[in-house]
Nanobody
Framework: QVQLVESGGGLVQAGGSLRLSCAAS????????MGWYRQAPGNQRELVAA???????NYGDSVKGRFTISRDNAKNTVYLQMNSLKPEDTAVYRC??????????WGQGTQVTVSS
């Protein structure tokens, strides 16, 4: 059974930091890209950051310079370090994993709330 277990969300004041983690298990095929998406009420889901197996990264424009994505391939875990958080970063953050055979998996989501 595939599981993506997310942790690290919560409430933080503007300017603060949070670190999200997502551990994947039960995926039979090799994991390629891992990433984070977010969705705030009334908004479309947007890419926050993604990272390939080899470590190449891609960030959404609104988080560049503030967020850092990383991964531990041995643990099938992806991390998102979020610094200088802003109220507009408030959203549900979901982990996304893409494996070979064009399979895709989603975490259940973790709430990040940034107060002003």
């Amino acid at each position: 059974q595939v599981q993506l277990v997310e942790s690290g969300g919560g409430l933080v004041q503007a300017g603060g930091s949070l670190r999200l983690s997502c551990a994947a298990s039960g995926i039979i095929f090799s994991i390629n890209d891992m990433g984070w998406y977010r969705q705030a009420p009334g908004n479309q889901r947007e890419l926050v950051a993604a990272i390939t197996y080899g470590g190449s990264t891609n960030y959404g424009d609104s988080v560049k310079g503030r967020f850092t994505i990383s991964r531990d391939n041995a643990k099938n875990t992806v991390y998102l370090q979020m610094n200088s958080l802003k109220p507009e970063d408030t959203a549900v953050y979901r982990c996304n994993v893409k494996s070979s055979r064009a399979l895709e998996y989603w975490g259940q989501g973790t709430q990040v709330t940034v107060s002003s």
